[in-house]
C-alpha cells in the first residue's frame, strides 16, 4: 500500500489537498479523503451588516464567481424583505449569468482540464497540414483552423519548449505516457487553448456592459445598478445592444464550432473515462444554468424553456423526485467546525460558521511515508477525524453531484428537449450508456454540452426576450419600494437558489431590524469537495476517486489520473469554504 499525496492540486481556483492510498495500480476503496486547507470567514464577516450590502461582500469569496455570489445574494435578500424585482432586471440578470457560465466552461476546458488530456510537447512533432486536416475529421468548423496558424503556434510551442520554460505549460505531467492523443490532435488543442484564451474576453465583455465592470460587476437590491434606455446615450442603448449581439454570436460560433467538437474527439480517445471517476449518483439541479430562484424551488414557477427543479436519485432517471430546499443540511463531521448540538445536520437558516482552530494542525503536513516516519501527520490522521474546512451539505440525508452533469440528469429525466435532443447525440456519438455519464469523461463532456445549450438559449431566448420588452418600452430595471429598511419585518429570512458554471449555489440570510443575524451559502464546490458525514457517507470528491476501488493510478509519483478526475468537477475552494488564515497557511510543495 502506498500512501499519495497531491498538494496543491493545480489549475483550479483556491487550494486542494487529496490524500489517498494506492496499491497495485488502483486507488483502494474509501481510501481517499478531500482536503480543503484554507480558511474562509465571508459569512461570519457579514454579521450585523446591511442586508442591502451583502453582495459586494460575498462577490469577494471568489475571484472567478463574483457575479454569480452577488446575484444569488440579492435575490435572497428580496426574498426576505419582498421586494417585486422588475421583469428587465431579471432578464438582465440572466443574460449575465449564462454569459459568464459560458465563458468559465470554456476557460475550464482549455485551460483548466485539457492539459491532463493534451500534451504540448507532442505538438512540435506535428505535420501542421495534418492538424488542419484532423480539426477537419472532427467536424470543427472554427476559422482559426488554418495552414498558417497552426504553423506558427507549433513554432510558438517550439520555442518554449526549446527554451526549457514552459510558461503557461509548466507543471503539467509533460510526456507522461498516459497521454494518448496523436501529434495533430495535440498541435489543434494547443491551437485551440490559445485561441479560447483571447476569445473568452468577447463573453465576458456581455457581463461588463451590463454590470460596469469584471471582475466584480455592480448590483443592485431590488433590481439592477445599470440604466436601460434606447433613447439616452448614457444608458444601455442600441448601440450597447448591438456590440451584445455581436458577441453572444461570437460566443455561439466558438462553442458549436470549436469546443463540441473539441470535446467530442477528446472523449472518444480517453473513452476509458467512461467507467472511471462514477461519484455518488444523486443529483440535484433547481433549473437549467442561469436560473434563480428566490424562495423554496418546490414552489417555484418554471420558466418557458426551462424544466422543474428535481432530484435524481440513484441513477433512476425514470424516477425524478421535486426538490425541497427543506432538505438540506450541513454536516461538519470531517470539518473544523464545532456545532453547538454536537454532530448533527444543520438546516442553512440555522446555519453555524464556527470555526476550532485549536484542533487544526499546523503545517507542514506529512507529504510522504518519510515524512509520516519523522513524526509528520497526513491530514486524515488528525485529531478527532476532521481534515478540511469544507462542511459536508447533504439532500435528503444523501451526498449529491451537482454542477452541468447533474443539470442535464435531472432535465433529461424531466423530458426537457433540448437537453434529451444533446445527450442523446452525444451517448449515439460515442457509443455509450446514460449510466456512463456518471464519470470522468461524462461531467467533461455535460460541461461542454451545457455550453451549447446556454449559447443557443442567450441567442434565441433570453436575449431577444429582453430586448423586445426594451423596444416595447419596458425599462424598468428597479423596485423601490422595499429599499428602505423601514418598509422591512423586523424579523424576516430569505434565500436563493441560483444554477451557476460548477452547480447549484443558495445563500440564505436572516435579518433582524435592518441588520444581518446570520448569512449561509452553500456553494457548488461545497457540495462536491466536503468529506464524510456522522454516518459515515464519503463525499462526491473521495466518491470519484475511492467510490469502487478501481480508480487507476498508474504511477504514484505522477497522479495525472488523479487530476483528471478531480479536474472535471472544475473545482473552486476559495468557493468552497468561503481571508487565508492569516497565520500564514502556506502552499506546500507539489507531490510525492
Ligand atoms: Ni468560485
Ligand atoms: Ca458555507
Not at 59 to 79: D, K, L, Q, Y
Request: proline share 5%; charged share 20%.
Amino acid at each position: 500500500m502506498a500512501k499519495i499525496v497531491v498538494d496543491p492540486i493545480t489549475r483550479i481556483e483556491g487550494h486542494l489537498r487529496i490524500e489517498l492510498e494506492s496499491e497495485g495500480g488502483v486507488i483502494l476503496k474509501d481510501k481517499a479523503w478531500s482536503e480543503t486547507t484554507q480558511f474562509r470567514g465571508l459569512e461570519t464577516i457579514l454579521q450585523g451588516r446591511d442586508p442591502r450590502d451583502a453582495w459586494a461582500f460575498v462577490g469577494r469569496i471568489c475571484g472567478v464567481c463574483t457575479s454569480v455570489h452577488a446575484i444569488a445574494s440579492i435575490t435572497a435578500v428580496e426574498n426576505a424583505i419582498g421586494s417585486n424585482v422588475p421583469t428587465q432586471a431579471k432578464n438582465i440578470r440572466q443574460i449575465m449569468l449564462e454569459a459568464q457560465e459560458i465563458q468559465d466552461h470554456v476557460i475550464h476546458f482549455y485551460h483548466l482540464h485539457a492539459l491532463d488530456f493534451v500534451d504540448p510537447a507532442s505538438a512540435i512533432e506535428a505535420d501542421p497540414q495534418a492538424a488542419v486536416d484532423f480539426a477537419k475529421t472532427i467536424g470543427s468548423t472554427w476559422k482559426g483552423n488554418t495552414l498558417e496558424r497552426m504553423t506558427a503556434v507549433k513554432d510558438t510551442v517550439k520555442a518554449l519548449v526549446e527554451s526549457g520554460q514552459l510558461s503557461i505549460f509548466s507543471g503539467g505531467y509533460i510526456g507522461h505516457p498516459a497521454y494518448k492523443l496523436p501529434p495533430e490532435a495535440n498541435l489543434m488543442a494547443v491551437a485551440h487553448y490559445l485561441d479560447a484564451l483571447e476569445f473568452q474576453r468577447s463573453m465576458i465583455r456581455i457581463v461588463t456592459t451590463f454590470g460596469g465592470k469584471n471582475p466584480h460587476p455592480n448590483f443592485l437590491v431590488g433590481g439592477m445598478a445599470c440604466t436601460i434606455d434606447p433613447e439616452h446615450s448614457e444608458s444601455i442603448n442600441q448601440v450597447q445592444l448591438d456590440q451584445v449581439s455581436k458577441w453572444i454570436d461570437e460566443t455561439l460560433e466558438f462553442v458549436e464550432g470549436c469546443y463540441l467538437p473539441d470535446a467530442l474527439a477528446i472523449v472518444g480517445v480517453y473513452k476509458e473515462y467512461f467507467d472511471i471517476g462514477a461519484s455518488s449518483p444523486n443529483f440535484i439541479a433547481t433549473g437549467l444554468s442561469g436560473t434563480a430562484i428566490g424562495g423554496n424551488p418546490k414552489d417555484a414557477a418554471i420558466g418557458e424553456n426551462n424544466f422543474k427543479p428535481g432530484v435524481v436519485y440513484d441513477m433512476n432517471l425514470g424516477g425524478v423526485e421535486d426538490f425541497d430546499a427543506d432538505l438540506v443540511e450541513e454536516w461538519a463531521t470531517s470539518a473544523w467546525y464545532t456545532y453547538a448540538g454536537g454532530d448533527v445536520g444543520v438546516k442553512p437558516l440555522a446555519g453555524e460558521t464556527v470555526p476550532t482552530p485549536a484542533i487544526v494542525p499546523r503545517p507542514p503536513y506529512a507529504m510522504s511515508e518519510e515524512d509520516a516516519a519523522s513524526g509528520k501527520k497526513f491530514l486524515n490522521e488528525s485529531e478527532q477525524d476532521k481534515y478540511t474546512w469544507c462542511k459536508a451539505p447533504r439532500y435528503n440525508g444523501k451526498p449529491v453531484q451537482v454542477g452541468p452533469l447533474a443539470r442535464l440528469i435531472v432535465g433529461y429525466a424531466r423530458g426537457h428537449a433540448e437537453i434529451k435532443e444533446i445527450v442523446d447525440y452525444a451517448l449515439s456519438t460515442l457509443g455509450i450508456t446514460a449510466a456512463q455519464l456518471n464519470s470522468t469523461a461524462g461531467r467533461a463532456l455535460a460541461r461542454c454540452a451545457e455550453s451549447v445549450i446556454s449559447a443557443r438559449e442567450l441567442k434565441n431566448y433570453t436575449f431577444p426576450k429582453f430586448v423586445a420588452a426594451l423596444q416595447g418600452g419596458d425599462i424598468d430595471v428597479f423596485d423601490a419600494s422595499k429599499w428602505d429598511p423601514e418598509t422591512w419585518a423586523a424579523q424576516c429570512s430569505g434565500y436563493a437558489f441560483v444554477e451557476v458554471a460548477r452547480g447549484n449555489l443558495s445563500h440564505w440570510v436572516n435579518i433582524e431590524n435592518g441588520k444581518i443575524t446570520n448569512y449561509q451559502c452553500v456553494v457548488p464546490t461545497t457540495w462536491l469537495a466536503g468529506g464524510r458525514d456522522a454516518q459515515g457517507q464519503i463525499g462526491p470528491y473521495e466518491h470519484s476517486l475511492a467510490g469502487d476501488g478501481k480508480h487507476p493510478l498508474v504511477d504514484p509519483t505522477k497522479p495525472v489520473e488523479v487530476l483528471r478526475t478531480i479536474h472535471s468537477f472544475d473545482p473552486c475552494m476559495s468557493c468552497a469554504v468561503h481571508v487565508l488564515d492569516a497565520d500564514g497557511v502556506e502552499v506546500q510543495a507539489v507531490v510525492s
